[in-house]
């Protein structure tokens, strides 16, 4: 199986890119940080603190269930059995996430799942750590990144696309938090693996981004 692992910052476009090129490869798109928002929208619905309760995050993941299924070419999120794929990129779920990724619990939890599905299919796997901790092997990755700035501006117009009332200023602030977050928790942290390739897209457009990643990858399995 050929395994693509990408990584990088929040609102560095990972999902939309890696939709895109493993679409363009005919190859499987596994959106890991999809499932840790998943699990965060189910611990802020249940009224879970996350940070100060983590043994109550355990006691939720014993009687969670969480996969994924697809609509053409867009990847669903299913959380017991609902479909939560709207629900799961507001801000507040974004930051929630970020403080469920540092669960050591939550990471093992997920991390069986990621692995078997690698095995299972020629996969784009995205997130922060899948290069340097859950697909060390995969035979391509690249760190995709950009300015918090461009990140902020990026994912505004996303949230303004989907009816989400939201500010710049609480967009970067969010991206600057997880920056923080990601790159400094003891638990497989957000960084570049020694062998990635790094895609800076701050000065490139959606579609340019796309094209590079795709360059990358074909370079290296062609």
């Known amino acids: 199986m050929i395994n693509v692992a990408l990584d990088g910052p929040s609102g560095a476009g990972k999902s939309t890119i890696a939709r895109a090129a493993a679409k363009a490869f005919g190859f499987t798109y596994i959106d890991t940080g999809a499932m840790f928002r998943s699990l965060a929208l189910k611990a802020l619905s249940c009224g879970i603190d996350i940070k100060a309760d983590p043994d109550a995050v355990e006691q939720m993941l014993s009687h969670t269930s969480l996969d994924i299924s697809r609509s053409g070419d867009a990847q669903l999120?299913?959380?017991?059995?609902?479909?939560?794929?709207?629900?799961?990129?507001?801000?507040?779920?974004?930051?929630?996430?970020?403080?469920?990724?540092?669960?050591?619990?939550?990471?093992?939890?997920?991390?069986?799942?990621?692995?078997t599905m690698a095995a299972r299919y020629n996969c784009i796997m995205d997130g922060r750590d899948i290069g340097t901790s859950v697909l060390p092997n995969a035979q391509v990755k690249i760190f995709l990144t950009a300015s918090a700035e461009a990140r902020?501006?990026?994912?505004?117009?996303?949230?303004?696309?989907?009816?989400?009332?939201?500010?710049?200023?609480?967009?970067?602030?969010?991206?600057?938090?997880r920056d923080e977050q990601d790159s400094t928790r003891e638990v497989s942290p957000l960084k570049k693996a020694d062998d990635a390739i790094i895609a800076d897209t701050t000065e490139l457009n959606l579609q340019q981004s796309i094209d590079l990643v795709c360059d990358i990858i074909r370079k290296v399995i062609c």
């Open 77 to 115: 999120m299913i959380l017991d059995g609902s479909d939560v794929t709207g629900l799961i990129r507001t801000p507040e779920v974004s930051k929630a996430a970020s403080d469920i990724a540092v669960i050591p619990f939550v990471r093992t939890w997920l991390l069986d799942a990621e692995r």
């Open 152 to 177: 902020a501006t990026r994912r505004l117009a996303e949230l303004k696309e989907k009816g989400i009332d939201v500010s710049y200023d609480e967009v970067l602030a969010e991206m600057k938090y």
